[in-house]
């Protein structure tokens, strides 16, 4: 089945160590997009991939940076892990329409100890 | 700049009982809405969608929403809700970002919580 996958499900990393999380589709969707979400919060865009295209949102923390090295794979890099930064990390993808919603992968969930 | 509020933080539904959910927008074009669930620890699943046509709209899982443009409301019911359907659920709205595609806009959330 025509999927996102998100590796891994959980992650533990130490505060201030670099930490890579992944994601990858087969759906050959245009667009890529990285939400945070903690806990009991609606999911906060992060920014978005529409192919190569990178879009910052305007309040995303420099700390946090991004990868698309091609259309099936899309990182979410954090340089430097603060505790405020443990969160679930929700990958979707679209064809980039206004009415094609998103397709979700299942999540990592990021500790910072 | 869109937005999406959903006014019930958390709701308690007897198993077997009707739902409702609520959900208002603010956007100035015509909205493309969303309904999402999300299973603890789990991803979000696109329950329905509205993007034009007929106001009601059938979704997944037995799902239902009306929009109503008059009232800025994309309200998702149930007629008879199951204990697996103690979730998450979350309202969107879609619109276009700088580069011309979609961005969602969600709302915070409402948790459902079923009882025997």
């Known amino acids: 089945d025509a999927m996102v996958i998100q590796n891994p499900r959980y992650q533990v990393t130490q505060f201030g160590k670099p930490v890579t999380l992944s994601c990858s589709q087969t759906?050959?969707?245009?667009?890529m997009y990285w939400y945070q979400q903690k806990s009991s919060q609606a999911p906060k865009l992060l920014f978005h991939y529409y192919d190569k295209d990178f879009n910052n949102e305007a309040d995303t923390p420099d700390n946090f940076q991004s990868r698309r090295p091609n259309t099936s794979f899309c990182f979410l890099d954090i340089r430097s892990p603060g505790l405020g930064d443990a969160a679930m990390y929700l990958c979707a993808t679209s064809w980039g329409q206004e009415y094609s919603g998103y397709t979700f992968g299942s999540g990592t969930r990021l500790t910072v100890v | 700049a869109q937005s999406v509020t959903q006014p019930d933080i958390h709701i308690t539904v007897s198993e077997g009982a009707s739902l409702e959910l609520r959900c208002n927008y603010s956007?100035?074009?015509?909205?493309?809405l969303f309904w999402y669930v999300q299973s603890p620890g789990q991803g979000l699943q696109l329950l329905l969608k509205?993007?034009?046509?007929?106001?009601l709209v059938q979704g997944i899982k037995g799902f239902e929403a009306e929009f109503k443009r008059s009232q800025s409301s994309f309200n998702l019911r149930k007629p008879s809700v199951h204990w697996s359907d103690a979730a998450e659920y979350f309202c969107a709205v879609g619109s276009s970002s700088n580069f011309g595609n979609e961005k969602l806009t969600f709302g915070t959330g409402t948790r459902l919580t079923i009882i025997p």
């Open positions: 509205y993007f034009s046509g007929d106001t």
């Open positions: 956007y100035g074009a015509t909205p493309y």
């Open positions: 759906l050959n969707h245009n667009v």
